[in-house]
């Protein structure tokens, strides 16, 4: 297994997606060298299961190579997340009896692309509740909304959605699918000129009462956490822990960045020593390595855990504790980072500029820092999420 991940991740692959990764973000342009390469040394296939001819790498083993990525190149990692953990989703379903995404691993192996149409204007609850509407008709649904944050624009052949029927409005639905790019009442706007990761070219898209067939309905089922079952606990572990590997392997690179040049740095006030010798420098280098061996350790023992089937009764807590703590200690190690570089750091030229922006795209994600201490809160506390007022 570790050949194979190796086989879909060389060495020689990273140094070039290093090289390139300052002209994608100044450029602001998708990363399609990057790309090419990924797609033909099966990196896409990752979490597809051998027998669909993939590496079948679980989440333990697929978030090591996120984090690789995510060291040289973290917008085209972050981008490459949200096709492969599709692939992860319908793996583990799978694996547990549900075949109703069975047809993504099939389509995947093909040579279809998956994105994430999960954000939206208005809706700080992702995934649960939807600003998007869904109608049904015969053999399928319409869908319609404005969806927000979708990377892989320029490659993506499907759109994983989810959008509310509210036929019923005491008894509101959620309804999960994949809309093909081709279909009537789709358009990709072009809206992306961001802080950070502008690789990953996460154009807005419109759906028009587009079409939806029966057969890429992956659930329907209940608004809000009522309706929570394998598929979304599945979608939070993919999407959630394989962003929290990128920001992890793009604030390695800024520790290990620092740690390299302190030694080299000078001051006429320390005549006789380099910076690595001033207190502060020491202190904060402390503080950095803290937090990042703490975010480690976290990302992998939760991921190990999923990945072991460990039947924890609050995996969504669990999960959401993950991301918030480890993509808030990547922010700081990166803060930390730039302080101790000073003011060469402020130029566009200097990888630290662009780590200190990509890191902070973090921040919108999922689980967040006005949602996950709500979540996580009452989760613990057993209070129902759904429970009116919010925050009450």
């Known amino acids: 297994m570790a050949d ?3 086989a879909v991740l ?9 090289g390139r990764t300052a ?5 602001n342009v998708f990363f399609t060298e990057d790309w090419e390469e990924l797609k033909g040394s099966g990196y896409l296939l990752a979490a597809v299961p051998e027998r669909f001819g993939g590496a079948g790498l679980r989440l333990d083993r697929y978030v090591q190579l996120v984090r690789r990525l995510g060291y040289v190149a973290p917008a085209t990692a972050l981008a490459a997340n949200m096709h492969c953990y599709w692939t992860g989703v319908a793996a ?5 009896g549900d075949e109703s995404c069975r047809w993504v691993l099939e389509a995947a192996a093909d040579g279809e692309v998956f994105c994430a149409l999960h954000g939206e204007a208005g809706n700080d609850l992702p995934l649960l509740l939807s600003v998007s509407s869904a109608t049904r008709t015969d053999g399928g649904w319409e869908i319609s909304g404005h969806k927000i944050f979708g990377s892989l624009a320029p490659v993506w052949t499907y759109g994983g959605f989810h959008a509310m029927d509210t036929s019923d409005p005491e008894h509101p639905t959620i309804v999960h699918g994949f809309v093909r790019r081709d279909a009537d009442g789709v358009q990709v706007i072009d809206t992306w000129d961001t802080l950070g990761m502008r690789a990953t070219q996460s154009q807005d898209t419109v759906l028009d009462r587009a079409f939806v067939p ?5 659930v329907v089922c209940p608004a809000g956490f009522a309706g929570a079952g394998p598929f979304q ?14 920001y992890l392997g793009a604030a390695r690179r800024a520790l290990d960045m620092t740690i390299e040049q302190m030694p080299r740095r000078t001051s006429i006030a320390l005549q006789s020593a380099t910076m690595a010798h001033h207190p502060e420098v020491q202190h904060n280098v402390a503080a950095m390595r803290i937090a990042y061996d703490a975010a480690q350790a976290l990302l992998e023992r939760t991921c190990a855990d999923w990945s072991a089937g460990v039947p924890y009764a609050d995996w969504p807590a669990r999960l959401i504790v993950a991301r918030q703590f480890v993509i808030n200690q990547c922010v700081d190690v990166v803060d930390r980072a730039l302080d101790l570089t000073g003011g060469a750091g402020a130029f566009k030229r200097h990888r630290i500029e662009q780590l200190f922006r990509d890191v902070r795209m973090g921040r919108f994600h999922p689980g967040n820092r006005l949602l ?3 979540l996580i809160g009452k989760l613990t506390l057993g209070i129902d999420p759904d429970a009116s007022p919010r925050w009450g």
Do not use: C, N, Q
Not at 23 to 27: G, S
Not at 233 to 246: D, N, P
């Open 214 to 218: 029966d057969d890429h309905i992956a």
């Open 4 to 6: 194979v991940a190796t």
């Open 92 to 96: 583990d379903l799978l694996a547990m």
């Open 233 to 246: 606990l599945a979608v939070f572990a993919w999407g959630l822990m394989g962003f929290s590997a990128t």
């Open 10 to 18: 060389t060495e020689e692959m990273l140094d070039r997606f290093d």
């Open 23 to 27: 002209a994608y973000d100044r450029d």
């Open 372 to 374: 996950a201490p709500e």
